[in-house]
């Protein structure tokens, strides 16, 4: 199996931008595609992006397309999320996930390991 811990969380003016990075170790990081998802207070965990084993894939939700790239550097055992034109609406707890298999999915229940979230806060 996976373990993941993210990094990179903050506070940020709404404009701004922010980098969280999600370090895996245990398993080969490459047998796996990732994904980032968020959860703001009160609301359910939602799809952000993911990204294929090998990362000429990538699929992100509508509410992010344009604003945040998805990339992977399996050498280092590491997923980033660039964060761009970041509003009030992105606060929450984003959480990295990984899944067996090769295909991409936008499910919360399709990935099979988590990580512990980090806070992202976006003040207008």
């Known amino acids: 199996q996976v373990q993941l811990v993210e990094s990179g969380g903050g506070l940020v003016q709404a404009g701004g931008s922010l980098r969280l990075s999600c370090a895996a170790s245990g398993r080969t990081f490459s047998d796996y595609v990732v994904a980032w998802f968020r959860q703001a207070p009160g609301k359910e965990r939602d799809f952000v992006a993911c990204?294929?084993?090998?990362?000429?894939?990538?699929y992100y939700a509508d509410s992010v397309k344009g604003r945040f790239t998805i990339s992977r550097d399996n050498a280092k055992n590491t997923l980033y999320v660039q964060m761009s034109s970041l509003k009030p609406e992105d606060t929450a707890v984003y959480y990295c996930a990984a899944k067996d298999g090769e295909y991409l999915s936008k499910l919360v229940g399709a990935y099979n390991y988590w990580g512990q979230g980090t806070q992202v806060t976006v003040s207008s």
């Open positions: 990204i294929s084993r090998g990362g000429s894939y990538t």
